[in-house]
């Protein structure tokens, strides 16, 4: 599994890194960073939690 966060979009909304913090984190330039870029199956729901909260839709998540 692969998460893609497109910096272009993303807004430091954090709502990523309060569904996943072991994989997203808001940093100072306000945007989120990937902790993971290939986070185990056993994520996949909570990642595309993730991906539904992020009011941009800034985050994909897909098969490698």
């Not at 272009?8 to 870029?37: T, W, Y």
């Not at 199956?41 to 839709?57: F, G, S, V």
Request: proline share 6%; aromatic share 2%; with cysteine.
């Amino acid at each position: 599994m692969k998460v893609v966060v497109d910096l272009k979009l993303c807004e430091g909304n954090m709502k990523c890194q309060e569904a996943a913090p072991e994989v997203f984190e808001v940093r100072d330039d306000d945007k989120s960073h990937l902790l993971i870029e290939n986070p185990p199956e056993r994520m996949r729901d909570k990642l595309k939690l993730a991906a539904r909260l992020c009011p941009r839709q800034a985050i994909t998540v897909g098969d490698d």
